[in-house]
Each structure stands twice: as C-alpha cells, then as structure tokens.
C-alpha cells in the first residue's frame, strides 16, 4: 500500500516538476543505439532493427524526466555528423558492441576524433558496453583501456557494461542520464 501511495505521489509530482535533458547517441554501426532508444522508450527489444539513415528524434518521458534523444547512424559515410548532433547536449552516450572485440579499435578512434572537437568542450560523456548477455564481451575494465577512457580529461565519463536485450542495468544507465536533467 506505502508502495502504491509513494509510486501514486512520484506521478503527480513528475507532472508538475519535470526536467529535461537533450543527448546525443553516437558509436559504430550495429552497436545497438536505435535498440537502446527502443527499450527505454516502449520496452521493445528487437533482433530486426533496421539501420539508422541519418539520424532519429525521439522524445522521451522517464519519470519527471524529458528527454530529447538524437540518435545518429553510425556508419562510416553518417560519422562526419556526430559532432554537429553532439555539440551543446546534456550528455553525449557513445555505444559500442563490447562481444564484437574486432571494431573496438576503430571505436576507440572514433570517440577520440569526436571529443578532440571544440564544440563538445566538457559535455559529459557516457559509455556504455552493450551486448553483455554475449559470451566473451569486454568487461568495463577492458573498455577503460582499448578505448583510453581514463586519457579523457575536462569532462565527467562513466562507462557501464548492459544489455539492451536483457536490461541489464538500464536502471543504473538512467539514472545517470536523469542527472544531466536541468
Ligand atoms: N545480443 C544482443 N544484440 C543486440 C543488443 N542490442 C542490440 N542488438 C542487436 O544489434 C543489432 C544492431 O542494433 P541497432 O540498434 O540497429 O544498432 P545501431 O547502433 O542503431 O546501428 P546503426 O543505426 O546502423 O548505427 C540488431 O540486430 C539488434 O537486435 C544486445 O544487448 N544484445
Ligand atoms: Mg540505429
């Protein structure tokens, strides 16, 4: 009963004191930044996700949250436009396909190329290491040193492993998300 009285009160007050937060969603093609959209926005998981050309705008409500979500393709002939999405957001989220060990390279040069642009001075940055329900992927401290993110100064960054297919630790990647709510 307090559960449902306390769920009850967090609707109400969502409605009259929400927040937004605009963050772009950048990484190599395939790492699963449309499925991230998808589940947080409907829940829906999917193994027939069709590319991303160009770019999406969702809007999204996560409790007394708003979010404005660009979600950009990350093919190679799309990477040019990252920086143009990415500058002046609440928090950049860079995705990468941590069981598909061969591109973490070419990912690690991405971000960097990304965070060198002025325009994303001290935008914080969040990465995450999706496809860990997969055998083999690479654990966060792996991804800490292939992708140099303790080399990122002047920004806050934190980097979680997750699962868009299993939800594991969506809840902790939102909450991070809903503090960059202003
Ligand atoms: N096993 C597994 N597969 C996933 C996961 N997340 C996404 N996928 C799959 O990965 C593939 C690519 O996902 P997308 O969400 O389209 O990837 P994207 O980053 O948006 O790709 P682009 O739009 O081309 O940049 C799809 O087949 C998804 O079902 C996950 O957590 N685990
Ligand atoms: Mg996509």
């Known amino acids: 009963m307090a559960g449902l009285f306390s769920s009850f009160f967090e609707w109400i007050s969502s409605l009259f004191f929400s927040k937004s937060a605009e963050i772009c969603?950048?990484?190599?093609q395939a790492s699963g930044k449309t499925s991230f959209v998808n589940v947080i926005s409907n829940g829906q998981w999917?193994?027939?996700?069709?590319?991303?050309?160009s770019f999406n705008l969702r809007k999204v409500k996560k409790g007394s949250v708003v979010f404005k979500i660009w979600d950009v393709a990350g093919q190679p002939k799309f990477r040019s436009m990252w920086q143009r999405y990415c500058a002046g957001v609440d928090a950049v989220v860079f995705v990468v396909d941590s069981h598909d060990?061969?591109?973490?390279?070419?990912?690690?040069?991405?971000?960097?190329?990304?965070?060198?642009?002025?325009?994303?001075?001290?935008?914080?940055?969040?990465?995450?290491g999706n496809k860990n329900d997969l055998a083999g992927h690479a654990?966060?401290?792996?991804?800490?040193?292939?992708?140099?993110?303790?080399?990122?100064?002047?920004?806050?960054?934190?980097?979680?492993?997750?699962?868009?297919?299993?939800?594991?630790?969506?809840?902790?990647?939102?909450?991070?998300?809903s503090e960059r709510g202003h």
Request: charged letters at 15%; one cysteine or more.
């Open 101 to 128: 060990r061969a591109k973490l390279e070419t990912a690690q040069f991405e971000l960097h190329s990304l965070l060198q642009q002025g325009s994303l001075t001290g935008v914080p940055l969040l990465v995450l």
């Open 25 to 28: 969603i950048v990484g190599l």
């Open 46 to 53: 999917s193994e027939d996700v069709v590319p991303t050309v």
């Open 139 to 177: 654990t966060v401290d792996e991804l800490i040193q292939i992708l140099q993110l303790d080399t990122i100064r002047s920004r806050p960054v934190s980097c979680y492993s997750c699962s868009m297919k299993s939800r594991h630790n969506l809840n902790i990647v939102m909450q991070w998300l």
